[in-house]
């Protein structure tokens, strides 16, 4: 039996969602003062498992993190909440995500 091959193109279906970014209070912070003073390990979890791919290493091991596209699923609260992630809360009303589907 021969299935048709179905494709997922998840930056697709994230571009279909609104965001209303809180410039003056980010719902997600990290420890210390520098992103580039994190632990390499940890932060490659937050590379893993971030959904939105918001956490980023390029190649020369510069580390980047913008909380404008978060998707609210506190995975990386769970991942790394008692090491690197020093705040994560809900973004306050009328902001952060609205899903849109179709």
Same mark, same amino acid.
């Given at each position: 039996?021969?299935?048709?091959?179905?494709? =997922?193109?998840?930056?697709?279906?994230?571009? =279909?969602? /609104?965001?209303?970014?809180?410039?003056?209070? %980010?719902?997600?912070?990290? =420890?210390?003062?520098?992103?580039? %003073? =994190?632990?390499?390990?940890?932060? %490659? /979890?937050?590379v $893993?498992?971030?959904?939105?791919?918001?956490?980023?290493?390029?190649?020369?091991g510069?580390?980047?993190?913008?909380?404008?596209?978060?998707?609210?699923?506190?995975?990386?609260?769970?991942?790394c909440?008692?090491?690197?992630?020093? /705040?994560?809360? @809900?973004?306050?009303?009328?902001?952060?995500? @609205?899903? $849109?589907?179709?």
């Amino acid at each position: 039996m021969n299935l048709p091959e179905i494709t =997922v193109n998840v930056d697709e279906l994230i571009g =279909v969602n /609104k965001y209303n970014v809180d410039e003056d209070n %980010a719902h997600i912070e990290l =420890v210390g003062d520098s992103i580039d %003073a =994190v632990d390499d390990a940890e932060f %490659a /979890k937050l590379v $893993r498992v971030c959904p939105a791919a918001l956490y980023k290493v390029d190649a020369d091991g510069h580390k980047t993190f913008d909380y404008a596209g978060c998707l609210e699923c506190g995975t990386c609260r769970i991942a790394c909440g008692g090491t690197i992630i020093a /705040k994560w809360e @809900q973004p306050g009303p009328t902001m952060g995500i @609205q899903y $849109r589907f179709g």
